[in-house]
Nanobody
Framework: QVQLEESGGGSVQAGGSLRLSCTVS????????MAWFRQAPGKEREGVAY???????DIRPSVEGRFTASRDVDRNMVFLQMNSLKPEDTAMYYC????????????????WGQGTQVTVSS
């Protein structure tokens, strides 16, 4: 069983930054695909960033250049650095894990955290 716990959310003004963290309970999670998703009220959950087992990353085009995803295998953590935040980035952000990344945007990851709220005011 893999347990995930997000932290680092909060309320910021547009243009601000936040760094989300996700702590992973699974030993040797380094080979897992780790992903960040978000869901705004009334909208579907969407992929934000994927980090493959080899450390390669895919970033959602609308946040590319502002968001950076990374992982620290030694600390069993993954991060989402969010800069130049916009009101449209307001959402609950989730960390997820699977043995593979697969098709971009798929939601059938077996392991999910509880989410951390990000609110960006204009």
């Amino acid at each position: 069983q893999v347990q995930l716990e997000e932290s680092g959310g909060g309320s910021v003004q547009a243009g601000g930054s936040l760094r989300l963290s996700c702590t992973v309970s699974k030993y040797s999670f380094g080979r897992y695909c780790m992903a960040w998703f978000r869901q705004a009220p009334g909208k579907e959950r969407e992929g934000v960033a994927y980090i493959g087992g080899g450390g390669d990353t895919d970033i959602r085009p609308s946040v590319e250049g502002r968001f950076t995803a990374s992982r620290d295998v030694d600390r069993n953590m993954v991060f989402l650095q969010m800069n130049s935040l916009k009101p449209e980035d307001t959402a609950m952000y989730y960390c997820a894990a699977d043995r593979f990344c697969g098709r971009w945007g798929r939601l059938d990851f077996p392991y999910w955290g509880q989410g951390t709220q990000v609110t960006v005011s204009s």
